[in-house]
């Protein structure tokens, strides 16, 4: 199993970012995939997960009308797409699958969000 996120990077309060997590080594279409975060100093939070065919969502109360998980699975990709991004919202942000008893995670993406 390999998860490899992208698209972090520094952007301004309000501004928007969207992050990409490429996996293979399982068959991505069968699983529920998720996105964390952790900040420093804090433990690492659920942000956001898709189910396997995309048709149903969970998100985290505080991104809920901001952030988007969306995925293709023609492509092994799942997305988050980040509006209104806040100060608190800075955190590396980790792409994540449980397969069978494991739960296996990307190296994580940087997002910060300052002035």
């Known amino acids: 199993v390999q998860l490899v996120e992208s698209g972090g990077g520094l952007v301004q309060p309000g501004g928007s970012l969207r992050l990409s997590c490429a996996a293979s080594?399982?068959?991505?279409?069968?699983?529920?995939m998720s996105w964390y975060r952790q900040a420093p100093g804090k433990e690492r939070e659920l942000v956001a997960g898709?189910?396997?065919?995309?048709?149903?969502?969970d998100y985290k109360d505080s991104v809920k009308g901001r952030f988007t998980i969306s995925r293709d699975n023609a492509k092994s990709t799942v997305y988050l797409q980040m509006n209104s991004l806040q100060a608190e919202d800075t955190a590396v942000y980790y792409c994540s699958v449980r397969v069978g008893v494991q739960t296996r995670w990307g190296q994580g993406t940087q997002v910060t969000v300052s002035s």
């Open positions: 898709i189910i396997s065919t995309g048709s149903r969502t």
């Open positions: 080594g399982f068959t991505f279409s069968r699983y529920y």
